[in-house]
């Protein structure tokens, strides 16, 4: 401490404005990621193709700031459209530099179930929490760096998995995210690797298990599994639901704008 006090002033701008610039992790260098990245799915249960759903990411402004916007759409199709119609819609505007969410919006349709909810998020006007303002349940103080539903996913690929091999097998990951206007904890625990077999070929992924609450849907914690690749691209490949009724598996089908080629084997 007395030779950093004795340091000329201008010294200790400098180091100061190099630990704000490179240490400090809200300015982490995003490198997995771009902008113009979309990710088709299918979902199906067995033999059954009930639905599809599209993740992409885009430039966008918000309150006249440049941001990035994440909208994940999931429908269904076919005779379970018929059956039980769902048009879901989840986006995030998300800041660049520090990969928290700016807004978030909620807009689901499901058979006569309708929820519409939009979410704001201040992590700058205080230093010891963020504020969140919904327009359906008012201000809600929570922790800082809190995430929504679709940001933290982006935050995991950039921040977690390109160090992997620092997570131990069976360890378990917390992310903070703020879901249905709630706060709700994603616990995402480290399986291994293992080869998926998808319909756009096959790839060594990275496997998650997030934690799951058993009850109505779930019979175990392991009920839920997450697929991303294991090149430095950690795109989400496939997720997979055990649940009372059987198995539904989102399956990767194509892709575009990524930053890498993805590691794939043709079929």
């Avoid at 982490?28 to 990411?57: R, W």
């Avoid at 990969?99 to 689901?108: A, G, H, K, T, Y």
């Avoid at 103080?141 to 950039?158: A, E, K, M, V």
Wanted: charged share 25%.
């Amino acid at each position: 401490m007395s030779l950093f006090l004795r340091m000329p002033i201008n010294r200790i701008i400098l180091i100061t404005i190099f630990l704000i610039l490179f240490l400090m992790p809200g300015n982490s260098q995003i490198t997995t990621y771009q902008p113009g990245e979309k990710i088709y799915y299918t979902i199906h249960y067995g033999f059954i193709t009930g639905g599809e759903a599209t993740l992409e990411l885009n430039t966008d402004t918000l309150a006249g700031t440049e941001i990035w916007h994440s909208r994940l759409t999931g429908k269904t199709l076919g005779i379970v459209d018929v059956l039980f119609k769902v048009l879901d819609i989840y986006e995030s505007f998300i800041d660049p530099c520090t990969e928290l969410p700016v807004r978030s919006v909620r807009n689901i349709s499901e058979g006569n179930y309708k929820r519409y909810n939009v979410v704001d998020f201040d992590h700058t006007t205080r230093t010891d929490s963020a504020i969140l303002t919904s327009d359906l349940t008012g201000v809600h103080l929570t922790q800082p760096g809190i995430h929504d539903i679709l940001s933290c996913f982006y935050w995991f690929r950039n921040r977690i998995l390109p160090h992997i091999d620092t997570v131990k097998k069976g360890e378990t990951i917390t992310i903070m995210t703020w879901f249905t206007d709630e706060l709700y904890p994603i616990r995402m625990r480290y399986i291994g690797t293992e080869e998926v077999k998808t319909r756009a070929g096959k790839i060594k992924c990275y496997k998650f298990n997030p934690v799951t609450e058993k009850g109505r849907l779930f019979k175990t914690e392991e009920d839920v599994s997450f697929w991303f690749s294991s090149d430095k691209n950690f795109l989400p490949v496939k997720i997979r639901f055990d649940i009372f009724v059987g198995a539904f598996i989102v399956d990767l089908v194509s892709y575009e704008g990524l930053i890498y080629p993805l590691d794939i084997k043709k079929k």
